[in-house]
């Protein structure tokens, strides 16, 4: 009788192990699947396309905007970003505003990055880079007063 009551208490104990195991093994099973998922979904999702995203839109707006873009003065209340990954050429950060009239915060915010403003004969965009650095990023400075658009974009070269 006391064999019995042992061999109970042993199949129980068992049950309970394998009951771990699966679990174990059923939580694996799903992390494996959930990476895979963000995997391919990163891969498919056009990671080498230009994104547009706004400041709310978490995932993008922290894993794709520049540490200096992210800071950069706010000069209007309207404003997104755009990333360009590069495929065979630099990658580019962007910074858009629509409405704004005072670029000065942005080339002072420039300045305190150590960048300074390139001569150039072209009236499109103003060109930032840090003179002591060899093949240093570059800032674009793009101001249309007419749309009240102005574009910052940082084209990374390091």
């Known amino acids: 009788m ?6 109970h208490f042993e199949k129980k104990q068992n049950q309970v192990y394998m009951l771990k195991i699966l679990r174990w093994v059923t939580a694996a099973i799903i992390t494996v699947l959930i990476l895979g998922w963000l995997f391919v ?8 396309e ?9 995932f ?25 990954p590069g495929d065979g050429y630099a ?3 962007t910074i858009i505003f629509k409405g704004a009239s005072n670029v000065e915060p942005l080339r002072v915010y420039l300045k305190k990055l150590g ?7 072209s009236e499109a965009a103003e060109t930032w880079i840090k003179p002591e650095e060899v093949n240093s990023d570059l800032f674009y400075l793009y101001s249309n007063a007419a749309t009240g658009e102005v574009e910052l974009s940082k084209e990374m070269n390091n």
Not at 2 to 7: A, G
Not at 50 to 58: G, H, I, L, M, S
């Open 41 to 48: 979904w990163l891969v498919a999702s056009g990671i080498d």
């Open 50 to 58: 230009t994104t547009t995203y706004t400041e709310n839109d978490f």
């Open 60 to 84: 993008s707006y922290h894993t794709l905007t520049d540490k200096e873009i992210e800071k950069a003065p706010r000069i209007s209340g309207d404003y997104y970003f755009k990333s360009q």
């Open 2 to 7: 006391k064999h019995k009551v042992y061999n």
């Open 115 to 121: 960048y300074t403003r390139q001569r150039t004969d």
């Open 91 to 93: 990658p580019t950060n």
